[in-house]
């Protein structure tokens, strides 16, 4: 594998072996995590009917046709969810922990083909091991509490959705003590020079042109290291753009795919830089802790996770900053969202995309060769702090702590509000920006738990809303508006349109089923707020939205939230029953199965109620 020349001084590479963290996997963590996990599978796989319970008095039952009889206990919620009590959960007679057990006895009840047996068992494995690192040097919530939202990131669960949300795969066991979220352990990246004739730059604003990018990215003397380096091949540095790579992706995809251009000096690999960068939950996003005012970066990274290669698509990579200069042209020209709502917007202000010369020609090729290389730089959250600020994702509030005690329960002690209160102030906080972009804009972010970060103040009351991953996650009204008549031509190729029921399932998706289907349960659980007070409460912040902006009725009657029923969206039914694990020439969406009720849409906002086979899990 070609290296920079030994005498190099900057820091770069893996850490050595010695200096990885102690092995966490012992049995009482493993069959925690078992039994954590196997109650997951059951309630999110209910909800998506791929399981279908029987209520029995005490509780549910389940028949399989390859094993035993379960039998647990579940609380049913909103949108038809279940919280299902792990410590319920017996096979036949004997209490069950092993979700193993489990999905070979239902693999032919649930209809999954072989090949996916196989590989799920894998990262089902993998999701495990993750849990059982969490766990190993896991913190109080009053602990939590006190993180900034950069190390917050490495102490986070995952998807609460997707039963199988850290499979990782592509990483080995050494790979995932290095390079994800729960290791915590600041890395450097590499650099490429990658010549123009293969590589695109795009910018905004200042950064326009690569080289502003440049110098406020790197230290004077590692730019010019690098040029130099160029220089002494016989290369012109002029005719190259450098972008980060992720160290694994250089080895395990880049070296061996892009051999024929490294060949010929097209790509030269670079030293590391003086940074050390954290991963984010996504594990191709990356902060940069040494220098926390220089940009996030995201990278592309070979790695099937949560769904989807976790790659940079082509078109969206070379679009980023368009959209960025587009998103906040909305922003900046409406009084609304830019100094009531004051909105923050994380944007994506350049990118370098380097298309594979061979894969580009090639439209029928699986989608994960179209996103191979290339690096988006995003705008950091610090530089948007005002003093006594402190930015925290959304899907963190649902974290627990070793106490028993939830993040979001702590930080309602430390306000001094009320559940209700804090609640009410969390929804006015989230909602407005979001609906504004909806109905005046016929626009929608994709607002779920990693994309959406809460700023508190120093009461760790909630202030104000931002967001970010505009390119992947911003969807179109496919409505004639006149608001997306006069798109710039590089947003209009590349954003997706949807109907306005489309555009409502970013909402109660990607936010209301994504996160408060599970915030709300655990507020009445806790803090004894009723979960039909926290849809109620919901509902009333977009009425008094609405009441708000009067001259936009027709709007709220196009893109309805209080429809009587929603599609039932299901990721975990695409893993086992849709894609599986094949490849596809484009990205997977997520299964669509039957519908379930609106809990907003009653006046008087009700659940299901207590019946028999509904039973509350103990707090």
């Known amino acids: ?29 493993w ?25 029995v008095p005490g509780g549910y039952r389940l028949a399989l046709p390859d094993g035993p009889e379960y039998r647990f206990a579940a609380r049913r919620g909103a949108y038809g969810s279940w919280q299902v009590d792990p410590e319920s959960i017996r ?29 799920l068992v894998r990262e089902l494995t993998a999701t495990l091991l993750a849990d059982v690192r969490l766990a190993a040097d896991a913190l109080s919530a009053a602990e939590l509490a006190e993180l900034d939202h950069t190390a917050l990131e490495g102490r986070q669960s995952g998807h609460p959705w997707l039963v199988l949300n850290k499979g990782r795969l592509g990483f080995s066991a050494t790979d995932a003590a290095r390079w994800t979220p729960e290791a915590r352990t600041p890395q450097p ?87 050390l960068r954290l991963p984010q939950q996504s594990i191709r996003s990356f902060f940069n802790v040494t220098s926390p005012h220089r940009h996030t970066v995201k990278l592309p990274l070979s790695v099937l996770n949560t769904l989807v290669w976790r790659g940079l698509p082509t078109e969206r990579t070379l679009a980023a900053p368009a959209v960025t200069a587009w998103i906040h042209g909305l922003r900046d020209g409406d009084p609304f969202l830019r100094e009531e709502c004051r909105v923050v917007l994380l944007g994506e202000v350049a990118s370098v995309t380097v298309q594979h010369p061979y894969y580009a020609r090639l439209p029928e090729a699986p989608y994960q060769y179209k996103e191979l290389l290339g690096a988006i730089w995003r705008e950091p959250l610090g530089g948007y702090l005002a003093p006594g600020e402190r930015g925290r994702t959304l899907a963190a509030l649902l974290q627990v702590g070793t106490d028993g005690r939830a993040l979001v329960e702590e930080l309602i002690a430390r306000s001094g509000l009320s559940a209700r209160d804090w609640t009410a102030r969390l929804l006015h906080v989230m909602l407005p920006p979001l609906l504004h972009f909806l109905y005046r804009y016929g626009t929608v972010f994709s607002p779920h738990g990693e994309n959406a970060i809460l700023l508190f103040d120093e009461r760790d009351v909630p202030v104000r809303l931002a ?71 919901l509902r009333a912040e977009i009425l008094a939205h609405q009441a708000r902006f009067p001259e936009l009725a ?15 969206l299901c990721l975990n039914r695409n893993r086992l029953l849709l894609d599986g694990y094949r490849d596809r020439p484009a990205r997977p969406h997520a299964a669509v199965y039957g519908q379930v009720v609106n809990p907003l849409a009653a006046a008087r906002v009700g659940l299901p109620g207590p019946r028999e086979g509904v039973v509350s899990p103990a707090p």
Request: charged fraction near 25%; hydrophobic fraction near 45%; glycine fraction near 6%.
């Open 1 to 29: 594998m070609p290296r920079p020349p030994a005498d190099d001084p900057l820091p770069r590479g893996p850490l050595p072996q010695d200096s990885l963290p102690q092995d966490p996997l012992t049995r009482p963590r």
């Open 31 to 55: 069959r925690a995590a078992c039994r954590a996990l196997l109650a997951k599978l059951l309630a999110e796989f209910s909800y998506e009917e791929l399981l279908r319970p029987e209520p």
């Open 91 to 119: 096979a036949g007679e004997r209490p069950a922990d092993d979700p193993f057990e489990f999905v070979l006895a239902a693999r032919r009840l649930l209809g999954l083909a072989g090949d996916t047996s196989g590989h």
């Open 189 to 275: 990246l590499s650099w490429l020079a990658v010549h123009r004739d293969l590589a695109q730059y795009r910018g905004v604003g200042d950064l326009a042109e690569a080289e502003p990018l440049y110098r406020a990215e790197l230290d004077g003397e590692v730019l010019a290291r690098y040029r130099r380096l160029l220089v002494d091949q016989g290369l012109d540095p002029a005719g190259y753009l450098l972008l980060p790579v992720h160290p694994w992706q250089w080895d395990e995809t880049v070296l061996p795919l892009f051999a024929p251009w490294i060949a010929e000096g097209r790509i030269v690999l670079l030293p590391a830089d003086r940074d």
């Open 467 to 537: 967001i970010k991953d505009f390119v992947d996650d911003v969807n179109l009204s496919d409505q004639d508006l006149p608001e997306l008549r006069e798109l710039p031509p590089a947003v209009a190729e590349v954003l997706l349109r949807a109907e306005p029921a489309g555009l409502c399932q970013f909402l109660h998706a990607g936010l209301f089923i994504g996160v408060y289907r599970y915030l709300a349960p655990l507020l009445e659980r806790r803090l004894a707020l009723p979960e039909a007070e926290f849809w109620g409460l």
């Open 554 to 568: 027709e709007r709220f009657a196009l893109f309805d939230l209080f429809t009587p029923t929603i599609d039932r």
